[in-house]
């Protein structure tokens, strides 16, 4: 009777085992394993956004080198804070990275493990080498470039071209120069600079301006430059992603009681955005390719004449006007976006342009 009962219980104890086996087998072909064998969790059934679910991947640090007698580490630290939230919270949305930022000590380089490490190096400083000269508007991003495109006049230089003193740093170096200036360029030629919190304001509205278009767009204009491009039958357009001058003088937008930069949505960049879609994040833009208050820049490639032509798209009150500023022949290709802000200052010496305006 004994061995009977002991039978039924071997009996129960290699079904359940089965069962258990069985239950194991089918659930582990029913995870999809991502990477590293750690499970993989669709995007719909997740809880945070597409953004967050990158992690650090979609970060870009930016080291900032402060070596400006006007402008001290409270002010700075207070900006790069906005900065650093605006582009949380309101950028990445819309384009899928954001920014974090390493302040170094006053008057202190970056290390060789900060050149190397993939950072954007961003520059406050007090004066440019040649001054307005070489130096056009408040503030400018670019990359470093060979020689001989690494000087004042190339494409890509090297800090140490602007302000002698700063060291060497390696080719391809994302690269912002802020400078404090004076009435003609930097942050002093924005108007009412006559107090801390004004400088705070024109700062904040420059580091988040050149920090969102270096995040798109890191590369010199004729360097491989990013482009939204559109093939047409007779021509080519070729507009340069940067994403804050067609709005560059908005409206005054704050965060955290800092003025910061509007930008344009990735939905500006295409013809057939359906109405009612934000084309910029202050919402007043209201065509896609159509500033307000700004300038698009871009090349048009003319497949009948052959030419590639540098145009800007300048809003003149409520009309959009198409001007170039040179072709192929005559623009060279080391123009920097800072070089074509300099150019279209005075759109008196620009030509009009007949070509249409947008994408055919």
């Keep these: 009777m004994l061995w009977f009962v002991l039978l039924i219980l071997l009996i129960l104890i290699i079904i359940i085992l089965a069962f258990i086996v069985a239950y194991y087998i089918h659930n582990k072909s029913k995870t999809t394993i991502y990477r590293d064998d750690t499970p993989y969790t669709p995007i719909s059934l997740r809880k945070e956004s597409i953004f967050a679910s990158q992690g650090d991947k979609a970060n870009v640090n930016f080291v900032v080198i402060n070596i400006s007698t006007h402008i001290n580490s409270s002010i700075l630290q207070d900006v790069i804070h906005a900065v650093e939230t605006h582009t949380r919270d309101n950028f990445a949305p819309h384009w899928g990275t954001r920014a974090s930022f390493t302040l170094l000590e006053h008057n202190t380089y970056p290390t060789p493990e900060h050149l190397h490490q993939g950072n954007v190096l961003v520059y406050i400083v007090d004066t440019i080498e040649g001054g307005n000269t070489s130096?056009?508007?408040?503030?400018?991003?670019?990359?470093?470039?060979?020689?001989?495109?690494?000087?004042?006049?190339?494409?890509?230089?090297?800090?140490?071209?602007?302000?002698?003193?700063?060291p060497i740093v390696p080719i391809g170096v994302p690269i912002i120069f802020i400078p404090y200036g004076d009435k003609n360029y930097g942050l002093r030629s924005v108007s009412n600079i006559t107090s801390p919190e004004s400088i705070m304001h024109a700062l904040g509205e420059a580091l988040s301006h050149e920090v969102f278009e270096t995040l798109v767009n890191p590369f010199p204009t004729g360097m491989g430059a990013n482009f939204q491009v559109f093939v047409g039958k007779d021509y080519t357009h070729m507009y340069i992603t940067e994403v804050c001058d067609p709005n560059e003088k908005d409206v005054p937008l704050m965060i955290e009681g800092i003025r910061v930069a509007n930008f344009v949505t990735r939905d500006y960049f295409n013809p057939y955005t359906?109405?009612?879609?934000?084309?910029?994040?202050?919402?007043?833009?209201?065509?896609?390719?159509?500033?307000?208050?700004?300038?698009?820049?871009?090349?048009?490639?003319?497949?009948?004449?052959?030419?590639?032509?540098?145009?800007?798209?300048?809003?003149?009150?409520?009309?959009?006007?198409?001007?170039?500023?040179?072709?192929?022949?005559?623009?060279?290709?080391?123009?920097?976006?800072?070089?074509?802000?300099?150019?279209?200052?005075?759109?008196?010496?620009?030509?009009?342009?007949?070509?249409?305006?947008?994408?055919?």
């Design 135 to 166: 130096f056009k508007g408040i503030a400018s991003h670019w990359m470093t470039l060979p020689e001989p495109e690494d000087g004042l006049e190339g494409g890509g230089p090297q800090p140490k071209a602007l302000v002698p003193i700063l």
């Design 274 to 360: 359906p109405v009612g879609i934000p084309l910029d994040w202050a919402k007043r833009i209201q065509k896609p390719f159509t500033p307000v208050e700004g300038r698009q820049y871009g090349l048009l490639l003319d497949h009948k004449r052959n030419k590639l032509i540098f145009f800007v798209d300048i809003a003149q009150d409520t009309t959009l006007k198409r001007y170039k500023i040179g072709t192929i022949h005559s623009a060279p290709s080391k123009l920097t976006l800072q070089g074509l802000r300099h150019i279209t200052r005075d759109i008196n010496t620009l030509i009009p342009l007949d070509y249409s305006l947008l994408p055919s």
